[in-house]
């Protein structure tokens, strides 16, 4: 799926498939979870019926008119089966191109030291596969040895190539993409057919599209409108009778069809569609309609600050000893307590030893027991065969370990960590025991463009909040530079949550950006939650979106564009209603006309003829649906505006505008139509 191909537009091709799908469509079994489109559907039929046998129904004086509503209402119909399709059609155009790039290929599989070469469909979850330069990843699955590129734009169109690495939150690799240098040693994640490109094709093909609670609520309200609009035209005909008024079958099919919503009951599900569509044209994954529509109500969002705010690639850039200790002293024990350490940050450590040309004795550690980096301790280190046990970790954290077995903490390394932490890096205290050797500075930059977008957020209304592991001074230095409300730092996975339970408990709808495995609690309480693809495994399938341009930042348009999708429903609904009030006033005196001729000082519109003025109604009823296409495709347009403002602005422009097109509409049709009959 390149840029271009998404951002095509309608091609013929696609036209004509939407027309074949929309007679696809006609299937009663299908038309019936569309209950407006299916009252239309049983009238058409009904209608036919009439047409085909005037003799049986009685009805050979009215032959061409009858011919002329079944048409009408047929096309009625295929609109919005034509509306659903075109909708549907950029998805399937995506999973084509998807599924190109998801071809049988082979996979090295590791067995003992041994590999063996197999298609990559007999791959299973856990098995450990070797990829190397210029070959494709087999699948879904977390790097455990090694570091390369990857050129990652069958996915997301994006043809930078990006780092994959064992450890830390970069681990994670995606089937159909390719090394592009080095070599990986990756364990398999996911079992044949449920990897992210089937969900991704899954997802655009709109296969598991299911309606979302506002939808519902919409629909049930819809159905309301009709069995209401029902029983009125049924009970209609037998009143009309007692008066010796007689109605006929197709003119009172005519009049209930103009009064159903079928404006927006032909466009409800295309506007759905279309909605989670143009989230996909931003790189956005959305696993459900649902957290699309909840996006449109954010008030608060949370994000973690290392890989989300900042790029992530926290690295050693300076080691400054404190308590009289020496530099070699600190960077021999930071050198040792990072030997094992495969997070970015541990190895950032040896890298920088290397690059200072300094030594140290490695056999030190030999036999020793990793202590692995968890966001619980915020430390990382190995306990010596000797009996000594080395840390490096969050200053607060290593603090506290040293002060627990009775040591002293020396009086510079406050000024030393924050001097770093006022710069907005991370500094990371080395000891032993209870002696304390030193800070690591680890540096990271803040990703470019960061405040003007939380500026946007700040006046669509949404509160910002980063949530951070790190501490309180590295955490108010960056928060600061990226421009958000509030931040929390030293928070614990636990805490992240906590916060989000907090803002849900005053009602808010809170949103979650997060790329590693400790913010996957936090991501999956959020109502929305966005992961970075180049997040970890977890955190992206806690997530109900994935963002592949890894921006946090995007979590703007795709509040915009749930906004947008909610407006755009409301705004088609206010039209249709609206809409469907002016229709009466067009076929209720034609329909009587018909019966009392004397009655035509009802015909306020001055329309041709009764028949003529009712055809007129349908006509103007069936192609609104097409002429609202495009409308309900790209969504009405949204400016960043208070919420009370939008809603009187729409009401305003759809509502008057929905009752006053239908009579100019009708009476620009009758005025042609009149001609012919
Ligand atoms: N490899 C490591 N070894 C020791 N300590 C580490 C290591 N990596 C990070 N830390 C320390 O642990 C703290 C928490 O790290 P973590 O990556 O879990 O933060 P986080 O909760 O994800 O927050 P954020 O991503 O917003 O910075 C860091 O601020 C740092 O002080
Ligand atoms: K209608
Ligand atoms: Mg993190």
């Given at each position: 799926m390149s840029r271009n191909e998404k951002n095509k537009t309608l091609s013929s091709a696609a036209v004509k498939r939407a027309i074949v799908d929309s007679f696809v469509k006609l299937n009663p079994v299908t038309m019936m979870k569309n209950p407006v489109m299916f009252v239309v559907e049983v009238g058409t039929v009904i209608v036919l019926l009439m047409a085909l046998f005037p003799n049986f129904f009685d009805s050979q004086d009215r032959i061409g008119f009858n011919v002329a509503v079944f048409f009408i209402l047929l096309f009625t119909v295929l609109f919005a089966g034509f509306a659903e399709a075109i909708a549907e059609g950029r998805g399937k155009a995506q999973a084509y191109s998807l599924k190109k790039s998801k071809q049988e290929m082979t996979a090295n599989k590791l067995m003992g030291s041994l590999i063996t070469v197999i298609s990559s469909t007999e791959l299973r979850k856990g098995d450990i596969v070797v990829v190397s330069q210029g070959?494709?990843?087999?699948g879904d699955g977390e790097v455990i040895e090694g570091l390369a590129s990857v050129d990652e734009s069958a996915i997301t169109g994006e043809s930078a190539p990006v780092i994959k690495e064992a450890?830390?939150?970069?681990n994670s690799v995606t089937g159909?993409?390719?090394?592009?240098s080095d070599s990986i040693k990756m364990r398999m994640t996911s079992e044949p057919g449920q990897s992210f490109i089937d969900r991704m094709i899954a997802l655009v093909e709109g296969a598991k599209r299911q309606k979302t609670p506002n939808e519902i609520a919409l629909n049930t309200l819809l159905f309301s409108l009709t069995i209401i609009f029902l029983i009125v035209v049924v009970t209609l005909a037998p009143i009309a009778n007692y008066l010796d008024i007689k109605l006929e079958v197709p003119v009172l099919i005519a009049l209930l069809v103009c009064l159903i919503p079928t404006t927006i009951g032909g466009l409800l599900s295309a506007i759905g569609i279309a909605g989670m569509d143009r989230v996909t044209k931003f790189n956005v994954l959305a696993m459900s309609g649902k957290a699309v529509e909840a996006a449109g109500d954010i008030n608060t969002m949370i994000l973690d600050k290392t890989?989300?705010?900042?790029?992530?690639?926290?690295?050693?850039?300076e080691l400054v000893p404190v308590g009289g200790n020496s530099i070699n002293q600190l960077s021999e024990w930071a050198a040792i307590s990072s030997?094992?350490?495969?997070?970015p940050e541990g190895r950032s450590v040896l890298e920088w030893m290397t690059k200072q040309g300094k030594s140290y004795d490695?056999?030190?550690?030999?036999?020793g027991e990793f202590i692995e980096f968890k966001a619980e301790t915020r430390m990382s280190g190995i306990d010596l065969l000797d009996g000594r046990h080395v840390r490096k970790g969050a200053v607060d954290a290593v603090k506290k370990w040293v002060a627990a077995q009775g040591g002293e903490i020396p009086s510079d390394l406050e000024q030393v960590s924050n001097t770093i932490a006022k710069l907005g890096g991370t500094p990371l205290a080395v000891a032993v025991d209870n002696k304390l050797y030193g800070v690591i500075y680890l540096k990271d930059t803040v990703k470019p463009g960061m405040k003007e977008r939380f500026d946007t957020l700040r006046e669509m209304g949404i509160k910002t909040i980063m949530c951070t592991g790190d501490n309180p001074l590295t955490a108010a230095t960056i928060a600061k530079e990226a421009g958000v409300d509030e931040f929390i730092a030293e928070s614990k996975p636990e805490d992240k949550i906590a916060v989000i339970r907090r803002e849900q408990a005053e009602g808010k709808m809170v949103a979650m950006t997060g790329d590693g495995t400790n913010d996957a609690p936090a991501l999956a309480q959020a109502d929305v939650g966005l992961a970075m693809n180049s997040g970890t495994i977890a955190a992206k399938e806690a997530a109900n979106m994935v963002d592949l341009d890894s921006d946090p930042s995007k979590i703007i348009e795709v509040v915009a564009i749930g906004k947008q999708l909610l407006m755009t429903r409301g705004a088609l609904t206010t039209f249709s209603i609206a809409n469907d009030i002016a229709k009466y006033f067009a076929i209720i005196p034609a329909m009587f006309m018909l019966a009392?001729?004397?009655?035509?000082?009802?015909?306020i519109m001055r329309l041709g003829s009764p028949l003529s003025a009712i055809l007129s109604a349908l006509i103007f009823n069936a192609i609104i649906i097409p002429l609202l296409i495009p409308l309900a495709i790209k969504g009405v347009k949204y400016k960043p505006m208070s919420g009370a403002r939008l809603l009187s602005r729409n009401v305003f422009i759809y509502g008057l505008g929905g009752v006053i097109v239908p009579f100019v509409g009708i009476k620009l049709i009758d005025l042609i139509v009149h001609v012919w009959i």
């Open positions: 070959e494709m990843i087999p450890g830390g939150d970069f159909g993409t390719r090394v592009v890989g989300t705010i900042t790029f992530g690639n926290r690295m050693a850039s030997i094992k350490d495969e997070t490695s056999t030190i550690a030999d036999g009392i001729p004397e009655m035509g000082a009802l015909n």
